[in-house]
């Protein structure tokens, strides 16, 4: 192994010095590989969320229990899967039907404002009313348990079936968005608790900044939000569909990775510079690269029946999400997203969980923490009771008369609440930023909050597996909730039944 005092050799020349590692370090990284595997087939045999074995063997072998890893590993890993939660929310943004991102838009920030607003009331009515926690510790705990954990969430939807892409239908498509907009608020309020150690210590200029720190984060999220769609329409999309588009049908996969990996890196850089999240930034470098291609039937990406006609056949090229799937799903899927989930087991505090007063008060906590997101699916039967509404009022009928809007809404809804539910990495940097950067959280609060952060992050999923085992298929072709026509598809079929009538 190469050890700091290796560095260099004897004559201090500029390189690092190789040694074989020992045989002890080399078992102990093949096992910790192995058991992310087995721990994920297991978990997902028993609880249908192959994430929580992988979180269980980042306990074992993190700091918190086992310390078997080197710390320097450690933290190289959560470095990777953290690539690979970047990696993750790319692939959903690539993939996502922008379609119904514009059609469901009210709907999803109705959504994300109960997500968010919930769980800050909720955590001040019983922290800061019940238990004389402080004001400022119920909101940061608050803030910690308002965000979804993105990455969680499109493993458990992409995960639960692999006949269905829950990411093709209208539910699926306002979860991810609700989502999104959870962690932006999230990490605006992230910013705020990351400075209310400079804002106790200044006197009386406190106004200006305080609104400059809120304003920042949440200024740049919608201007990249506002202008992305902007650029890739009326700019970056016709560009790339006169001048660039043809050429790819030449390198096939290589100009689509070096393409996807230029516009992931750009929106990175822009996102974390102007004061946004990275994790906003993946989101939208995906759907940015996915609205680039033409329409037309003769373009190189129209027509591509499936990755080898795209590589085999002239003029035409794999899409976007072929090359994705042949040279980057397989490294997410066994390497990154593994080291992902590890890394939050490394950051759970699971020695200081166990005792009594925290125990009840932490499980307690949990309850109406999962309450708080799992209220978030009341949003769809509402949503359809106020399209009933609607309607019935243009077309002048009761709506008595139709269909009652429970039946089929309840299994959407309570796929949306449910899926809401984990909070994982974004929770937990939060409730570390509030521990470790400011003087108002206290301990006990602290490890409350990583309770209801920890055992959301594990019930969500396994509910959410469970519930589309069963009704997953239903979901999926509901014809308000399920997998929805495009809109070249209504028009072929509609022309195809209006012939015969014409004939």
């Given at each position: 192994?190469?050890?700091?005092q ?12 190789y ?11 093949i096992?910790?590989f ?99 926690f ?12 308002c ?20 990411s ?93 990996v ?13 004061g ?26 129209v ?119 984990a ?25 409350i ?18 519930l589309l ?32 009538r014409?004939?």
């Amino acid at each position: 192994m190469v050890t700091p005092q290796d560095q260099g050799n004897d004559a201090g020349a500029p390189f690092l010095s190789y040694h074989e590692p020992g045989i002890i370090p080399i078992l102990t990284l093949i096992s910790f590989f192995y058991l992310l595997s087995v721990g994920e087939w297991v978990a997902d045999k028993v609880f249908r969320a192959g994430l929580i074995g992988q979180i269980i063997v980042g306990l074992l072998y993190g700091v918190p229990v086992g310390n078997i890893l080197l710390l320097e590993w450690q933290e190289s890993f959560i470095a990777l899967g953290y690539i690979g939660l970047l990696v993750i929310i790319f692939e959903g943004g690539l993939t996502i039907r922008l379609d119904l991102l514009r059609q469901n838009f009210v709907l999803s920030v109705i959504s994300a404002l109960v997500g968010v607003l919930t769980p800050i009331a909720l955590s001040f009515g019983l922290l800061y009313g019940a238990w004389n926690f402080g004001a400022l510790e119920a909101f940061i705990v608050g803030t910690a348990l308002c965000s979804t954990s993105l990455g969680t969430t499109f493993v458990v939807i992409n995960s639960a079936s692999r006949d269905i892409d829950f990411s093709q239908t209208r539910i699926g498509t306002v979860l991810i968005s609700a989502a999104i907009l959870d962690d932006v608020c999230g990490l605006v309020l992230v910013s705020v608790i990351h400075q209310l150690r400079g804002i106790a210590n200044q006197d009386g200029t406190n106004g200006s900044n305080l609104g400059w720190i809120i304003g920042r984060p949440l200024l740049a999220s919608g201007l990249l939000a506002l202008l992305t769609p902007i650029v890739a329409k009326f700019m970056a999309g016709p560009f790339f569909r006169r001048f660039v588009e043809v050429r790819f049908a030449r390198l096939k996969h290589t100009s689509n990775i070096i393409l996807m990996v230029f516009v992931l890196c750009a929106f990175l850089a822009i996102a974390a510079y102007a004061g946004a999240s990275m994790l906003f930034g993946a989101f939208l470098a995906g759907a940015f690269v996915s609205s680039l291609p033409s329409k037309h039937p003769d373009a190189p990406f129209v027509g591509v029946l499936s990755r080898e006609h795209g590589e085999e056949t002239p003029g035409k090229s794999p899409t976007f999400v072929h090359s994705f799937e042949r040279y980057v799903a397989d490294v997410q899927r066994y390497v990154l997203q593994p080291l992902f989930f590890a890394g939050i087991g490394f950051a759970i505090p699971f020695l200081d969980m166990w005792k009594g007063e925290i125990v009840w008060k932490g499980v307690a906590f949990t309850l109406l923490m999962l309450f708080s997101k799992a209220v978030v699916g009341i949003c769809v039967p509402l949503w359809d009771l106020l399209m009933d509404r609607k309607r019935s009022l243009l077309e002048k009928e009761s709506v008595s008369t139709r269909p009652s809007f429970i039946p089929s809404s309840w299994a959407p809804a309570t796929l949306l609440g449910t899926a809401m539910v984990a909070r994982g990495e974004i929770g937990l940097i939060i409730i570390q930023i509030g521990l470790n950067e400011t003087p108002f959280l206290s301990q006990k609060a602290f490890v409350i909050a990583v309770w209801a952060i920890v055992l959301n992050t594990i019930l969500g999923p396994v509910a959410v597996g469970l519930l589309l085992k069963q009704v997953g298929s239903r979901i999926a072709t509901d014809l308000r909730w399920g997998t929805q026509k495009r809109a070249g598809e209504e028009d072929i079929t509609e022309s195809a039944t209006e012939e015969p009538r014409e004939q």
